[in-house]
């Protein structure tokens, strides 16, 4: 559980920082289309702050990973994770959007619902 919330919690604030410093060309390397309007650009940044902070509490929990607050860390990322995977995926297929960074991302969140999957398993036990 360690290594999941300590490599969930750079990747989230990796790209919640990015998103809350240079939202466009963040979404232009996903997408492939930048954001037009003064509501998408605060939209965007405020997506950023939510995953600054699941960043932090992963970062945070990570040193106690069998505890109380790991293991329900690791349930609130499975359903993210999944919806990013099927959001950006959708964006891809409805929408015909893509960047050079959406494929990757689909692939990543995938791996991190099955890590999360595998994880919460084996507390099971």
């Known amino acids: 559980m360690k290594n999941l919330l300590t490599l969930t919690a750079v990747i989230e604030l990796g790209a919640g920082l990015a998103l809350v410093v240079l939202p466009s060309p963040v979404v232009v390397l996903m997408l492939g289309a930048p954001l037009d309007t003064p509501a998408a650009l605060s939209v965007a940044r405020l997506t950023g702050a939510a995953l600054v902070a699941l960043g932090i509490a992963c970062w945070l929990a990570r040193v106690d990973g069998q505890s109380r607050a790991a ?3 690791a349930i609130a ?7 990013a995977v099927a959001v950006l995926a959708a964006a891809r297929i409805g929408s015909g959007l893509s960047g050079v960074a959406l494929w990757p991302a689909v692939i990543l969140h995938t791996a991190m619902a099955v890590w999360c999957i595998a994880a919460l398993w084996s507390t099971r036990r």
């Open 71 to 73: 293991i329900g860390l």
């Open 77 to 83: 990322m499975l359903p993210y994770n999944l919806a």
